[in-house]
């Protein structure tokens, strides 16, 4: 046993003096904090995109011959373009969204520090975004580059709109109008020396690689970051995630929000592709997304701790056995504090393998399984909150299967979390014989 608190203490402490200063770092950054809290401004539109997206497509063979499944299919096909105009108003351009989103965020960090307008930040964003993304073509705007293709290009021109306007702002450089001039119309001639330079260098940019490459600035940024998407959507990158952002949790940082926030990007990307190769009839190529975290990796909430709750329930600790009562529904939600911050997990040396190792355990299954194709793909964006084996079920065009193997990981994890289980609880159930004890003599004594 000292042995293991010896190796537990080694651990905790690289994770406490070299990855949790690092990570703390960079969550508090202001450009992630930016991106991480303008992916979750553009969420909405996502998941009502692909809700519809599910109506377009049933998960239906097209030779079925069942009367609800024909009628739906029938009905899809007749009203498709209806049925995907909201779809293609969210989901398919929302990297105009994203690149508002993260400008207004970004901007909200220096309006102490240099008076920006966080609106007029996305304003200028927005526009720089369709500038480069979506030229007039034949008297309309293409939209294959406001999509899941988009998502780098819009980061990185939001980020290059509001870190302009702060160079302006810091070298007093703008139209200078008298104090009595109302602030909106300031703001707005603020904007004319932004809009100008935005226009002088992308502008150009823009025409230059697509003479030279016959493509617009999206899709050059894509082909650049290609082999990091694909490397993305590897085993070993998504074990590395789990590995890191269970580190964090175990040392006490909230490591799924961290790595969630630095992921987002690539998984909204892998969506995107999915998502058109969906419409196109085509095989789907990507797996790691939010809802493979969500749904498959960390069932029941970070630490796939659904099992251990399971554990919790018949536990003949009294503590634990609470616990195992008061966190069950919020598990079945995702949302596993109670149990996180209850039992105690974080920093409990009890727990240290278990928490790592069933996330990890859970991530290699349920990649294996859609790798093998023995279910779906993920397809559209679902809330966390949903109950795990129905969002996994929606997320993959409610294939029935994907709730099955949730169910079958839950399992796995309280398999995994039992042996630690029973090492706790009788930890537990020794304090608590004793603290009988004490309460007896106690009473005795009083009497």
Known sequence: MSANHAAFNLIFRFVENYVSPIAGRISAQRHVMAIRDGFISAMPFMIVGSFLLIFAYPPFSPDTTWGFA????????QYEGRILTPFDMTMGIMSIYICAAIAYN???????????????????????FLLVAAPKTDSALPVHSLG????????????????????????????????QVPPMIKNSFDLLIPVLVVVLTLYPLSLFIQSEFSVLIPQAIMALFKPLVAAADSLPAILLAVLIGHLLWFAGIHGAAIVSGMLQMFW????????????????????????????????????ATMGLVICYLRSRSVHLRSIGRLSIVPSFFNINEPVIFGTPIVM????????????????????G????????????????????????AWA?????????????????SAVIYFPFFKVYEKQLLEQ????????????????
Not at 271 to 290: D, V
């Open 432 to 447: 608590e014989a004793q603290e009988s004890q004490r309460a007896e003599g106690e009473s005795q004594q009083v009497a």
């Open 348 to 367: 409990n040396p009890v727990f240290f393998i278990p928490f790592l190792l069933a996330p990890l355990v859970n991530s290699v299954i349920a990649w």
């Open 369 to 392: 399984a859609m790798k093998m194709d023995l279910i779906g793909r993920v397809i559209a964006v679902v809330p966390w909150t949903a109950p795990a084996p129905i969002g996994a």
């Open 268 to 303: 909204l990307t892998n969506l995107g592709i999915n998502q058109t190769a969906l419409a196109q009839g085509a095989p789907l190529p990507h797996i790691f997304m939010e809802a493979f975290w969500t749904f498959f990796i960390v069932v029941g909430g970070s630490g």
């Open 106 to 128: 970004l901007g909200k960090h220096y309006v102490k520090s240099h008076q920006l307008d966080p609106f007029m930040c996305a304003m200028l964003s927005l526009m720089a």
């Open 148 to 179: 899941g293709t988009g998502i780098f290009t819009a980061i990185l021109v939001a980020i290059y709109c509001v870190e302009l306007m702060r160079f302006l702002k810091a070298h007093n450089i703008g139209i200078r109008l008298p104090d």
């Open 396 to 412: 993959l065009g409610w294939d029935y299967r994907a709730a099955i193997l949730v169910v079958l990981l839950a399992v796995v």
């Open 70 to 77: 024909r009628g739906w299919l029938d009905l899809a096909k």
